[in-house]
């Protein structure tokens, strides 16, 4: 079993900036692929950016690119989402997500075992 925690959201002025962290208790971090995934109102949980175990190969979004960036310190078993330049459309509740490093593709929702409880992320126009 492995237990996630966000942390790090709040409320934000366009154009402003956010980290993120999430972290991992109860099994060998260094083992999973992480990812976040977002809910905005009204919408699906909605893929955000992936890091594959080793942490060499990550996936963004394209809503995200350039602007968001994930990393991990296996050693303080902690996910981190640096987010520049956010937008109003960024606000929503940020998810991280845990599995056990596959070659699954890394967009489904469905392809990851944790969740961590969620972190509201706010951005004011």
């Known amino acids: 079993q492995v237990q996630l925690v966000e942390s790090g959201g709040g409320l934000v002025q366009a154009g402003g900036s956010l980290r993120l962290s999430c972290a991992a208790s109860?099994?060998?971090?260094?083992?999973?692929?992480m990812a976040w995934f977002r809910r905005a109102p009204g919408k699906e949980r909605e893929f955000v950016v992936a890091?594959?175990?080793?942490?060499?190969?990550?996936y963004y979004a394209d809503f995200v690119k350039g602007r968001f960036t994930i990393s991990r310190d296996n050693a303080k078993n902690t996910m981190y989402l640096q987010m520049n330049s956010l937008k109003p459309e960024d606000t929503a509740v940020y998810y991280c997500?845990?599995?056990?490093?596959?070659?699954?593709?890394?967009?489904?929702?469905?392809?990851?075992?944790?969740w961590g409880q969620g972190t509201q992320v706010t951005v004011s126009s």
């Open positions: 997500a845990a599995r056990i490093a596959s070659l699954l593709q890394v967009m489904s929702t469905t392809t990851y075992n944790y």
């Open positions: 109860g099994r060998t971090f260094s083992n999973y692929d």
């Open positions: 890091l594959r175990r080793f942490g060499s190969n990550t």
